[in-house]
């Protein structure tokens, strides 16, 4: 991971996900101050984008 943020949550991109699978080439994406902040940004990316998937952990 390259980029850093002073937000305590991210999105992050990876490889599409498989179940039981564990991220691949992850990147991050977009900092966020609350964890419901993230998950709705990596809900409308995942919709955007089906080739990739989208996480959220700490930035």
């Given amino acids: 991971m390259s980029a ?3 937000m305590p ?6 490889d599409r996900l498989t179940r039981g699978a564990t991220p691949q080439n ?17 809900n409308r990316l995942k ?3 089906r080739a990739h998937s989208y996480t ?3 930035a």
């Fill in 9 to 14: 949550w991210a999105v992050y991109r990876c």
């Fill in 47 to 49: 919709r955007a984008d």
């Fill in 26 to 42: 992850e990147q991050l994406i977009s900092g966020h101050l609350t964890p419901l902040e993230a998950m709705h940004e990596a």
């Fill in 56 to 58: 959220v952990g700490p």
């Fill in 4 to 6: 850093q943020t002073n």
